[in-house]
Nanobody, 125 residues
Framework: DVQLQASGGGLVQAGGSLRLSCAASGFTFSDYAIAWFRQAPGKEREGVSAITPGDGSTNIAQSVLGRFTISSDNAKNTVYLQMNSLNAEDTAVYYC??????????????????WGQGTLVTVSS
């Protein structure tokens, strides 16, 4: 069975950092695109960043460009989202998702087939 386990969320002060992890199992990691989405209260889910571990290509939303970095450890079948300079607008539940795309696409979210359970990031101002 395909499983995605997101972790690393928590409470952090504005300006701080967190690293989220998405541990994947049940599929060939290098054949898929893995993306991070987030959903803040009362808002639609939005794509944050994506990666195709097979070739290392990445994509990132303008709203987090220069602050967030996505990476993968193919030996561990894990994707990371390093989040720096966090602000209150980054408060959301963060989800990792996977689908068999050949490019690191982030949109639309409904095209991603597999989803992790989400991890809450709260940034206090």
């Amino acid at each position: 069975d395909v499983q995605l386990q997101a972790s690393g969320g928590g409470l952090v002060q504005a300006g701080g950092s967190l690293r989220l992890s998405c541990a994947a199992s049940g599929f060939t990691f290098s054949d898929y695109a893995i993306a991070w989405f987030r959903q803040a209260p009362g808002k639609e889910r939005e794509g944050v960043s994506a990666i195709t571990p097979g070739d290392g290509s990445t994509n990132i939303a303008q709203s987090v460009l220069g602050r967030f970095t996505i990476s993968s450890d193919n030996a561990k079948n894990t994707v990371y989202l390093q989040m720096n300079s966090l602000n209150a607008e980054d408060t959301a539940v963060y989800y990792c998702a996977a689908s068999r795309f050949s490019i690191p696409t982030m949109a639309p979210s409904y095209e991603y087939r597999y989803w992790g359970q989400g991890t809450l990031v709260t940034v206090s101002s």
